[in-house]
């Protein structure tokens, strides 16, 4: 049994840490919420240090890393609410791209992902599938050579400055089978498509992507047709584990800033800290984070390995962060007060980023279901 | 006990219905309505300030007419109104203000021709308000006040006429004495007001700077040193105020339509069983509290004053409402997350997460939830310390 880091996780950890705390405190991130997106710069660095290669197998281009290395990198990139689109492009769009993309495919992409120069996101979601990723009516009639796709994809994380996107889109079967579902690699600029870009509450970007008629051919299509919901399933737990590691980081900002406020803030003659209720209150949220924690490490090992319980596992494991983001997050706010509720101070913003979250890849309650099914 | 309507209830209720459907807005200038209506409801008999004595010109109403008329306008298209001069500032000019300060104040207030606002909190005096330091001094020949401070979440203020102010006019002693309240002009040089911008994106809340604001005398409510005595009365009200009883179980209404019109499979989310159990418990609490409020209605209507049973319904009543909006945010699902801008989502759910983030102010405001706790431990359990 063994929960230490290694040398090269450590490394990277350590060296997301500074860049955060030199790049993203509340003002700096501010400003490039108000730009609109992320900052190309930053984008840049990450690709230069390595960062975007870590989870690709060293054919494909990368550092031959796994979830539990992107683990290490998403709970920083929590630590500073990270805006650049390393979920969007290198966990989830190329993320399907790699277990579903041929060896052509992935040359002609993967490299230019790694190295920052394009981005993919994965265009799954639609204005009625709920939680369900299995829930699919973007259709594909077929044509000589390939398939005409109609439909929209909605809540398209970083779709705005995507390049291309894969798609997932029905060929056979019924709304909501698992097997009838083909996944396309189709760059943005193909005719028929059209990308409305909007920010989120949290300060990404996300958009929503209308298919009118657009033609791809046998080219396009990744892996079989009518077979790609276990690579899109899978880049979804990668996702999921991506995004709860990223919570657990939010959450440790969150109840270590209400532990020094607490103790800086004087009301009846006494730090706040004193006062019994708040400190159980404080003692409570740290409990949550560890669980938090100890349900990411378990989670993403078992991905990682390959285990049978993976599925189950990361079904936990989205309910587990989802009801302690809340707990957190809610607690963190009522600590601080009428301050917590301002834009003036990060908890706030922690916070939401953690509401996003929740309800990204199927709510709390959705995964409890899940999980008891 | 006895809660049916009898027939003068139901005679009232009529009456009520008939009146807010001949004077629902229709069309034109929003404004002319607005003050058209309060004028009806003043001819209707007081209907414009139903809270009110009779003495000062309120209808007179038993517990049962003001359980109908809550119910009967939460749903119904009645014009903006904010408690500040209505049901926050007036109880205490009744109670404390001299008849002159009434004959001033008060028509104004009915009116709604004079919006005020309330300048209570300070950065550094929240939950303990009483540690206050915005100081006021009188002059010399004590014919005015000169004050300096900040108020902070001062709601409204840059649209409010006049602010009542709790002010320090002496440190010796206990830190609850020493405290006056004053009433004065916020459009006027020495007042500057900063917005402060919510998570919710919004702009209601404020902080607001004194700097030299003199204050005549007369404007003084009651003694100097006592607006403790006065705020804490007035504090209560507030809190009835904010529970929003009736505006919730119209909400609730409406978060069931929402959902029902939310595709799940072959039906709606209201088919999800463990959100449809979230919106049941919800009701349960909400049928509650409601009682809880009418009992504490009644108790006001024998002539007390709203007492520690205040803190209850703020206590619940925010709760509730916090939990109406986290659940009307999770009916939105992912796209509660757009601020605004072209998705295929539910109309409602764009801005969700505004409203949701916004209502975390609910149980800080009027007195934290930590505050009603404290106040129902000395108040009620008879526990002294509660450190």
Partial sequence: MNFELTEEQQLIADSIERFVADNYDLES????????????DYWKQMAELGWLGMPFSEEDGGFGGNQIDTMVMMEQFGKGLVLEPFLASVVLGAGALKRAGSAEQKAAWLPSVIDGTKQLALAYMEAESGDEPHNVTVSGTPTGDGFKINGIKCMVLHGGSADAFVVSFRTSGGTVDESGITLALIPADR????????????????????????????????????????????????????IAAEAVGAMEVLYKDTVAYTQEREQFDHPMSDFQVLQHRMVDMFVEYEQSKSMLFRATMEVASGGEDAQRNVHALKHLIGKAAFFVGENAVQTHGGMGVTEELRVGHYFKRLIVIEAQFGNTDYHLERFAA | ??????????????????????NAYKDGDAEKWRMGWFEKAREK????????????????????QHYVWQRATASASTPWDLPFGLSMLAPVLMAYGSEEQQERFLPDIRARKVNWCQGYSEPGAGSDLASLKTKAELSEDGTYYTVNGQKIWTTMAHIADWIFCLTRTSSDGIKQEGITFLLFPMKQDGVEIKPIITLGGSHTVNSVFFTDVKVPVENRVGEEGKGWTYAKGLLEHERS?????????????????????????????????SFKSKI?????????VEYTELRSLATASAGAAPGPESSILKLKGTEIQQRIQKLTMEAGGQFSAAWAGFNSGPDFARGGTGGYMNSRYYTIYGGASEVQKDIITKKVLGIKSSK
């Fill in chain 1, 29 to 40: 991130r501010t400003a490039i919420v108000a730009k609109g997106g992320f900052s190309e």
């Fill in chain 1, 191 to 242: 005719d028929g498509i059209t990308v409305h870009g909007y920010p989120t509450v949290d300060g990404l970007q996300s958009s929503e992507i209308k298919f009118d008629g657009v033609e791809v051919s046998q080219d396009d299509i990744l892996g079989e047709v009518g077979e790609g919901f276990a690579a899109l399933n899978a880049a979804i737990n990668d996702g999921i584990l991506a």
């Fill in chain 2, 1 to 22: 006990m006895d809660i049916e309507l009898t027939k003068e209830d139901l005679e009232f209720e009529a009456e009520v219905k008939a009146f807010l459907e001949e």
């Fill in chain 2, 45 to 64: 008999g007081g209907w414009d300030v139903p809270k009110w004595p009779v003495k000062f010109g309120g209808p007179g109403w038993t517990p049962n």
């Fill in chain 2, 241 to 273: 105020g904010i529970a929003g009883i009736s505006n919730s179980i119209v909400a609730l209404e409406g978060l069931k339509e929402k959902a029902r019109g939310v595709k799940r499979g072959n039906g709606s989310l209201m088919d999800v069983p």
């Fill in chain 2, 280 to 288: 049941a418990a919800l009701e349960v609490d909400l049928m509650a």
